[in-house]
């Protein structure tokens, strides 16, 4: 449990959130342990009065959290495309070519890696996932990059730059919400980029959090929610400096930054200082960087609860039955505090081959293929990986042509 700001180190820190205990996000349960407790942690959200970094309080060791990973990002095609469409622009950007090295932190399966095969001279990605990491090596193929198993942090940054790293591109995309060394990571990312190097960052903005209601997007892994001015002032500790940013859709509403080492020739600075300047001053008027932004999130989580039980209730009442799609983390902050369990739900379904057959960690809801929205036939279906709810109903167009409706609860509740 933190006492001080994981970024700053202050001690003026003030609860914004509390969420209660849930069990671990990705913690699905195996049928055989249904009757063995479930590990439970606080779940509560803080805000620094000095950084303004938003936080949760607990600190789960990260091997439980991530040595196995149940999450693959290649599922959906909305992260694929947005993989590509970064690697593309800084490709053209940067003038990348056989002379130039790519890293990226926390690779996953390999879904961004594989845009820059053929295109660049060296691949590295690190991520501490045993067998995510596996799948990233077999989407790169033999000979086409380095992948590391294993936490990134200042050691291993060291490490690799006596071995002649030094990177023109770093990447790290949902990351640095994960990390518990926080500056370990941000400290290995300045010493392995080269003077002119960029490092991109993707992450939750937490201005989508609070305007959209997205609690559930808080669970153990997400250490960190930033804005703009949490994120440049923690990487400003390490003299690096945001030059760029881009508001982006995906996950909700993410923030993709740039940063360049203060000590370089800072090279993309011109060009983003208008949308940098935009950004904050937004952040500013909407009180982003005061803790009173976050007074009403509570009564807002509550509002959602009360219009999603209403709804299903009524559902149930009918003789409706209703299913879930997506065993989502986010799935299991929602189900875990607005206690929606087997009572209510029939099952879930999940495109993760590695999901189907276990139980929701808390709620012990099973998981099957989407197949079984055909055979079952539910009602209802309610999207709890609403972030890609246009992407799930596109893609599933005959359930709707079989009389079934979609639930999407996230930014507003929504039958369809
Ligand atoms: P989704 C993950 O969160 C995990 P999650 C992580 N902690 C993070 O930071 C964010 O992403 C960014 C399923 N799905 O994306 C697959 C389908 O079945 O909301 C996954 O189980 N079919 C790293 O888990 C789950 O949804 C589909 O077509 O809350 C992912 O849910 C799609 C698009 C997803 O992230």
Known sequence: MILKCRSCG?????????LGFTPLANALLSKDKIDQPEEKFPLDLVFCEDCTLVQI?????P?????????????SSTVLENAKEITHRLIDRLKLDESSTVLEIGCNDGYLLKNYVGKVGKIIGIDPSENVSQMARETLGPGNGKII????????ARELSQFGVSADVIHANNVLAHVADLHGVVEGIKTL???????????????DLVEQTQFD??????????????????????????VDVQHLPIHGGSLRAYFQRQDGPMSMAEEGKHRLEDIFEQESLFGFTWSSVYDDLMEQVMHLKSELWRTLNRIVKDGGSIAIYGASAKSTTLLNFFGLDAEYIDFVVDDTPGKQGFLTPGTHIPIFNPSALKDLKPDYCLILTWNFAKEIMEKNQWFKKQGGKWIVPIPKLEVI
Do not use: W
Not at 149 to 156: E, L, P, S, V
């Open 10 to 18: 202050s001690q003026k820190i003030k609860g914004v959130l509390s």
């Open 57 to 61: 309080v607990e600190t789960v060791p």
């Open 217 to 242: 997007c808080v669970y153990h892994e997400h250490l960190c929610y930033y804005s703009a001015h949490s994120l440049a002032k923690l990487f400003e500790l390490h003299g690096m400096e945001m």
């Open 63 to 75: 091997e439980k959290l991530f040595k196995q990973y149940f999450y693959t990002s290649s599922i």
């Open 193 to 207: 980029l080269k003077p002119d190097g960029v490092a991109v960052i993707e992450t939750h903005y937490v201005r």
């Open 149 to 156: 198993t294993g936490f990134f942090n200042a050691d291993r």
